[in-house]
């Protein structure tokens, strides 16, 4: 089974950044060849695809964040990145990362991003 462990979240005040990171790990999981998604979920929303990338490094994002975010990775680290630049109040949620394609896994524990001054 694949896991998923986030981290980089915190309290930004609105126009600053973060850099969130997240290890993907599993037997048999081939990382380099997969693609990777980030993900959040704001209180009382549902949970919205951010940004993905592909194995060969094609990346897509979803349009409130784009010009804003950046999502890259590292397949030796076996790390997806997402760097978050102007952060905005509506940017907080719970970020989790996860694979665009393979069977169905559990979701990591998420970071939390809170974007307020």
């Known amino acids: 089974q694949v896991q998923f462990v986030e981290s980089g979240g915190g309290l930004v005040q609105p126009g600053g950044s973060l850099r969130l990171s997240c290890v993907a790990s599993g037997r048999r999981f081939s990382f380099t060849t997969t693609g990777m998604g980030w993900y959040r979920q704001a209180p009382g929303k549902q949970r919205e695809l951010v940004a993905s990338i592909s194995s060969i490094r094609t990346s897509t994002y979803a349009d409130s964040v784009k010009g804003r975010f950046t999502i890259s990775r590292d397949n030796v680290k076996n790390t997806v990145y997402l760097q978050m630049n102007s952060l905005k109040p509506e940017d907080t949620a719970v970020y989790y990362c996860?694979?665009?394609?393979?069977?169905?896994?559990?979701w990591g524990q998420g970071t939390q991003v809170t974007v307020s001054s």
């Open positions: 996860y694979y665009m394609s393979g069977p169905p896994t559990s």
